[in-house]
């Protein structure tokens, strides 16, 4: 059983499935570990809510690829190009296991690539173990 962290710590889902946003934030409330989970639907979106000084910094930011205006490969390189964001770990979820989006996504900088189970607890399970990795066992830099 993990230990509540320290402090409550938010997560930016960028995702444009509502039904995957929703069993990702299911997947989080299911842990009760005082995660924030923030939606938005697009990278437009996605970088609206990083560039606001009144927004929470997230802690991780998981990342759809496909998506409408600003797809997730278009946010990763805005993201990682910037130097108040580059810092924040980014999870690319996604459906694609094509070679090209895995190298692509790793050569803009993605901390990880997880491509999305099918199956209920294998889609839930993926995001156990994102949150496990990234807000348990890492240490992420904390902003000040």
Request: aromatic share 6%.
């Amino acid at each position: 059983m993990l230990a509540a962290p320290s402090r409550p710590y938010t997560v930016l889902l960028a995702e444009d499935d509502p039904g995957d946003a929703l069993l990702v934030e299911e997947a989080f409330e299911i842990r009760g570990l005082g995660q924030n989970v923030q939606v938005v639907g697009d990278g437009v979106e996605a970088m609206a809510y990083l560039r606001d000084p009144a927004r929470p910094r997230p802690d991780l930011i998981i990342l759809d690829l496909n998506m409408p205006r600003m797809d997730g490969r278009e946010t990763l390189a805005a993201i990682k190009s910037d130097p108040a964001l580059r810092a924040i770990p980014v999870v690319v979820l996604t459906t694609s296991d094509a070679p090209d989006d895995l190298m692509a996504a790793y050569g803009l900088h993605a901390n990880a690539y997880v491509c999305k189970p099918r199956e209920l607890d294998g889609f839930l399970g993926a995001v156990h173990a994102i949150d496990d990795f990234f807000l348990d066992l890492v240490r992420l830099a904390r902003q000040r």
